[in-house]
């Protein structure tokens, strides 16, 4: 991955020697003998620039100094810190203030050049998520949510979007899988075609290839004229498979050929008809195990699972329970005409501990269902079903059973939490592969706290 990166060293022989280091991976370079004239140059050009390699000690503005003044430009600007080996603490301090990194004199090409690279891959990411984001506020709506997760699958399916590949969204039945499928739809170059939802779970076995397919005048007894399939009605726009598990074994060879070959063969043409579709399929099944079983073929399965898009049951994000039953309390008061602004502090109480067996959509029958009973400015608890007010009392025994099994006779807080963050320090690391700041971000915390905990739990 190549960049844009500013050198700003007053020692000539190094900054040429950075120079044509990093010229050789193919990034541009830019190079200041000190850190005001960089900064002169920065002030106008910092919004093109991924990363600023700057030595500390320098006449006129230090790297320190220019460091802080970076980052009052751009905060997401990688900047990376050269030091001499005998004044680390130099580097530590530039780490409180933001840095990215720093490499100690002499230095070895390898390293540098990873490191580089990693600092502009995190460059462009952050600046992909700023985008993502933006988008995010201005197409919230369609799609309700509060918790983290939820917040980056909607980012994933919003950059997918963007793209023509197959899509594999996989759930609970009543997770919300053709919202997001139609949200990636609306998102993309194709929203103004077709959006074609098919059940493939409610279509007769003996009527699928027609369906699918279409067919010729007089393919078949009771064929008095030609018709399109499923695929040439979306032509130009998505065609969505729900419930794509439920097909038999037949079709899904003649899916396979139409996602390869972009060919449709009716039943009785001669000629094939090109067709660009783009596929999203979604299902409640596991597909991997129907694989393993016979029952799925594995080629049909690699070609839909491009990209997957996992969405969580509701009973994992729990943050998104308020939001949602507001929403579709606000709906079911439009439709009946009710004036309810919310919910008791009990009721509230007994809709976040419920685990919903049906996910969203249980949890929209209940709100309506409440809303249609209810009489007073809040639902309250009586007009909330009663697997509702049970499920609650099973929980709180469960939460209360695993509090207890806990042997408090020799118990030690600190030492406990302790093994937690460094059993999580250790997973971030691994997980990172050892690049610390990656490592930090992953932990929420910023690079001088990690370094603070290695030293601490002495993982150096």
Known sequence: MTGNVVVVDDDRSLREMLEIILRKEGHNIKSFED?????????????????????ILMPRLDGIGLLEKIKELDKDICVLMITAHTRVDYAIEALKKGAYDYITKPFNNDEL??????????????????????????????IIFKSKIMGELYLKALSVARTNSTVLITGESGTGKELFARLIHNESDRRNNPFFPVNCGAIPENLM?????????????GASTSK??????????????????????????KLLRVLEDKLVMRIGAKDAIPVDVRVIAATNRDLESMVSKGEFRDDLFYRLNIVRLYIPPLR????????????????????????????SKDALSFLESYSYPGNVRELQNIIERACVFET????????LPIEVLQKKDTEVTDLKSKRDEIDFSEFDLDSYLGKIEKDLIERALKKSNGNKKEAADMLGITLWSLYHRLEKFGLK
């Open 376 to 383: 007073g400015e809040l639902v309250g608890v009586g007009n």
């Open 316 to 343: 994992e994000r729990k943050e998104d329970i308020l939001s949602l039953a507001m929403h579709f309390l606000k709906k079911c008061c439009v439709v009946t005409n009710k004036n309810i602004k919310g919910f």
């Open 35 to 55: 850190g005001a004239l960089a900064y002169d140059w920065l002030k106008e050009n910092y919004e093109n620039i991924d990363v600023v390699i700057s030595d």
């Open 228 to 253: 399109a399939g499923y695929f040439e009605l979306a032509h130009k726009g998505t065609i969505f498979l729900d419930e794509i598990g439920e097909l038999p074994l037949a079709l899904q060879v």
């Open 113 to 142: 050049k990873i490191i580089v690279r990693n600092a502009i891959e995190r460059r462009n990411l952050t600046k992909e998520n700023i985008k993502l984001r933006s988008a995010l506020e201005d197409n919230k709506s369609s």
């Open 209 to 221: 290839e027609s369906e699918f397919f279409g067919y010729e005048r007089g393919a078949f007894t």
